[in-house]
């Protein structure tokens, strides 16, 4: 039997637009990613203060990303270090923390790693005073994962393989994360834990105020928070509407079919 090529082409169509619509789930890449964070500080200044903002994520291909880059026990590739496959840059950032305005995210500057550590080309640093570890400085990469970050951080053995030097992964950001810049000079370092035993998906939060050398830790949740990136709805509504386009066609091209019959 003949199947009449205007249901077809209908089948065809809605097929299309539905694949379409399940492509952009919560992680889609559309540019801007919004992103939606939340926690109660926990060390610093504001213990006990609840805080919340949104970005505006202003994405990029990056150059750097590369399937080479080493998943344990992997050796090392040669040459220059490489970003992890998949990930993209935050070259920008619009939105709102607390009150202030988020202008932007810090620009990298190609710190080195620590001997015996393998971490991504863009890894960079801030250095800060009063972090609670005692470090001299706080790390940063601006990758955005849209699939959820691999292990980043890397431990180099001696037998020239690697190990995970720190063993937790997934997320829309890995642990070093991203440094944001606000409207009254302040920073803001967001940074996802990864999957945690127990605690599940959760992110950090640190922010920083300038000081006299440098900047220093004012507030900090460094794990619990909450961070989503919504589907993007304009998405939905649009695939919505075509599927009931092709709805409506359908309705047309059956009633020719019985008026043929």
């Known amino acids: 039997m003949n199947t009449p090529k205007g249901i077809t082409r209908y089948w065809m169509l809605s097929a299309g637009a539905l694949l379409a619509l399940l492509g952009f789930g919560p992680c889609a890449t559309a540019n801007p990613v919004r992103i939606n964070f939340s926690g109660t500080y926990d060390f610093g200044n504001n213990v006990g203060m609840p805080f ?87 790390t940063f990469d601006n990758l955005f994962y849209a699939s959820g970050s691999p292990i980043t951080c890397i431990d180099i053995n001696g037998d020239g393989s690697t190990s995970p030097g720190y063993p937790f992964s997934g ?4 642990p070093y994360g991203v440094l944001f810049t606000l409207d009254n000079g302040d920073l ?39 961070a989503v990136v919504p589907a993007p709805d304009f998405l939905w509504a649009f695939g919505a509407g075509l599927l009931g386009l092709f709805a409506w066609r359908r309705s047309i091209e059956m009633k020719r079919v019985r008026a043929r019959n």
Request: net charge negative; no cysteine; aromatic share 8%.
């Open 188 to 226: 803001l370092d967001l940074w996802s834990n990864g999957l945690m035993p127990r605690i599940g998906l959760n992110y950090g939060v640190i922010l920083f105020a300038p000081a006299a050398s440098n900047y220093e830790v004012l507030s900090a949740q460094f794990n619990g928070v909450r």
């Open 52 to 138: 919340s903002g949104s970005a505006n994520l202003t994405l990029q291909p990056d150059p750097a990303a590369s399937p080479t880059f080493p998943a344990p026990p992997a050796p090392p590739p040669p040459g220059p270090r490489v970003d992890p496959q998949g990930a993209q840059s935050i070259t920008g950032a619009t939105g709102s923390f607390n009150g202030h305005a988020i202008t932007g995210v810090l620009p990298l500057n190609g710190a080195s790693p620590s001997a015996g550590e393998y971490v991504p080309a863009s890894f960079s640093a801030l250095v800060a005073s009063n972090t609670p570890d005692g470090s001299p400085a706080v």
């Open 171 to 174: 997320g829309f950001l890995d």
